[in-house]
């Protein structure tokens, strides 16, 4: 069975500081892997995806994420965060033939100014 | 071009009632999924349809059923509601169910059992 670990429920920055926010997933084979966003009484919005090929992807608003086979991981990140990214983040993992989407419970951010 | 929309964006029903909940995909997408989400939590699959046909099913009771039209939207139905109803129901689409394509979200339903 596949699953997702987000191990901090919550995290504060100022702004203009850099973030990362951390994912782990459990999955036998290669992993399609899933970055959205939601903010206060919205849907997702899809950040990124990792299919194949180069580890570090790009995706939108500035946000990136790095595939770490070796770690389980595919973590977050963002040089310089804006008070417009406070907001839930999820991660979540598609494996193989598997249809469904396994998200992790999530991770707050708040941004200070 | 639209996004996924869902209809009702709230509902309040009382327990044992039953509620229909509505999904538009994004135009050329022909598979619908639906989730759900209780506060603090990561969403929950429910099911995926494809070209009118049940692709796949979570963990959930047979109270929750769903079905999907030859537009390729999609209802939801929860029959006998429970409190532990509670929560935002999501709908996604995608082009296919290929597992290289990916969900895009609506807004979600906002459903509250009193």
């Known amino acids: 069975a596949q699953s997702v670990t987000q191990p901090d429920i919550h995290i504060t920055v100022s702004e203009g500081a850099s973030l990362e926010l951390r994912c782990n997933y459990s999955?036998?084979?290669?992993?399609?892997l899933f970055w959205y966003v939601q903010s206060p009484g919205q849907g997702l919005q899809l950040l990124l995806k990792?299919?194949?090929?180069?580890?570090l992807v790009q995706g939108i608003k500035g946000f990136e994420a790095e595939f770490k086979r070796s770690q389980s991981s595919f973590n977050l990140r963002k040089p310089s965060v804006h008070w417009s990214d406070a907001a839930e983040y999820f991660c979540?993992?598609?494996?193989?033939?598997?249809?469904?989407?396994?998200f992790g419970k999530g991770t707050l951010l708040t941004v200070n100014p | 071009d639209a996004g996924v929309t869902q209809s009702p964006t709230h509902l309040i029903k009382t327990r044992g009632q039953h509620v229909t909940l509505r999904c538009s995909p994004i135009?050329?997408?022909?598979?619908v999924s639906w989730y759900q989400q209780v506060l603090g939590q990561g969403p929950q699959f429910i099911f995926q349809?494809?070209?009118?046909?049940?692709?796949g099913r979570g963990n959930f009771p047979d109270r929750f059923s769903a079905r999907q039209f030859p537009n390729y939207s999609s209802e939801l139905n929860v029959n006998a509601l429970l409190l532990g109803d509670s929560a935002l129901y999501l709908c996604?689409?995608?082009?296919?169910?290929?597992?290289?394509?990916?969900?895009?979200f609506g807004d979600g339903t906002r459903l509250s059992i009193l």
């Open positions: 979540a993992v598609r494996g193989g033939s598997n249809y469904k989407l396994t």
């Open positions: 990792y299919f194949s090929g180069d580890t």
């Open positions: 135009s050329g997408h022909k598979s």
């Open positions: 349809y494809y070209e009118k046909e049940e692709r």
């Open positions: 996604a689409s995608s082009v296919g169910t290929g597992t290289n394509q990916p969900q895009h």
């Open positions: 999955y036998g084979a290669t992993p399609y």
